[in-house]
């Protein structure tokens, strides 16, 4: 709890006082980025500017991460811009387009003109998903591979994706026009023969969504079906990209004060005005 992360902190806090770099890092990096994300939003700016020099714009991105999205605008602001936009290179994709669209347009525009073209265009494709679909939850970071590789194969592939992929749980099989033809499980692969084809393995049936889709339509399916995640096709089945069950918890959360605000609302309506038959 908060008293806790603050005895933490003090300890910590000497480290950066005298510049023991290494010291810092080590004590900083072992909380998890939750913690250290509370730890970030009490702290004074010229703090957190010194802290920003001492970690990697992927430590950062991990902190910003767990920032509510409608408080983070200042602390982007007080970032050094070129560092900035490699903490959004640095995330994914997903939450990195949850926090541009809470910032100003020319603030946006100008972090993708500093991050290097491939993390922009990503990142400038998710933008353009309509609120609230499935387009504008997923993310991009999903492994795939090809029916016709082995078992073994297919996990020499999993190895070098993993460190940058959402999630390796499920790896998704694809054609050579990119489409989905198949999904098999991490269990699936590690208890299968190693010269076992993908294509013998795989399950056909994928149960995928549109990415035009409502976002509360794609929770319920998670909800239904159980997956820890569900991959989003266009209307060619082409694979665009996976929405985790960690993203359908915030959409479930975001829905019901959705709702409540709703039902509030309704209620002013019907409640009546008692001065009106006055
Ligand atoms: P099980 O619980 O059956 O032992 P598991 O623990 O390996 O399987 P689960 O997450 O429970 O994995 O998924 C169950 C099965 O569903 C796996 O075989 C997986 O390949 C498959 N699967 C995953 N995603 C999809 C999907 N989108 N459509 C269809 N099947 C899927
Ligand atoms: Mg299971």
Do not use: C
Not at 9 to 30: P, V
Not at 41 to 63: C, H, K, N, W
Not at 94 to 105: M, R
Request: zero cysteines; proline letters at 3%; hydrophobic letters at 45%.
């Amino acid at each position: 709890d908060d008293q806790e992360r603050q005895e933490v902190w003090s300890t910590i806090e000497d480290a950066l006082l005298n510049d023991h770099i290494d010291q810092f890092r080590a004590e900083f990096l072992e909380l998890h980025p939750y913690d250290q994300a509370r730890i970030f939003e009490g702290l004074d700016v010229d703090v957190r500017m010194q802290i920003y020099t001492y970690l990697s714009p992927e430590e950062v991105a991990d902190v910003m991460e767990h920032i509510d999205y409608e408080e983070i605008e200042p602390f982007f602001t007080e970032m050094d811009p070129r560092f900035a936009a490699q903490v959004f290179a640095e995330m994914s994709t997903d939450d990195a387009v949850d926090i541009l669209n809470e910032l100003e347009k020319d603030k946006v525009a100008s972090f993708l003109t500093i991050m290097d073209d491939e993390a922009a265009q990503e990142i400038k494709d998710l933008l353009h998903y309509e609120e609230k679909t499935a387009g504008s939850i997923m993310t991009t970071e999903f492994v795939v591979v090809k029916a016709t590789m082995s078992i073994r194969q297919a996990m020499v592939h999993l190895r070098t994706e993993a460190p940058d992929a959402e999630t390796i749980y499920y790896t998704y099989v694809i054609d050579e026009d990119k489409k989905l033809v198949g999904v098999i499980s991490l269990r699936d692969l590690i208890i299968s023969e190693e010269d076992w084809m993908i294509a013998d393995v795989m399950n056909e049936r994928v149960v995928s969504v549109s990415v035009g889709e409502d976002q509360e339509e794609v929770a319920r399916m998670v909800r239904d079906y159980d997956f820890l995640a569900l991959p989003v096709v266009d209307f060619q089945d082409h694979l665009l990209g996976i929405i985790t069950v960690d993203d359908i918890m915030d959409v479930m959360e975001e829905e019901a004060s959705d709702d409540y605000s709703k039902l509030a609302a309704i209620s002013d309506v019907d409640s009546p005005d008692e001065n009106a038959f006055a």
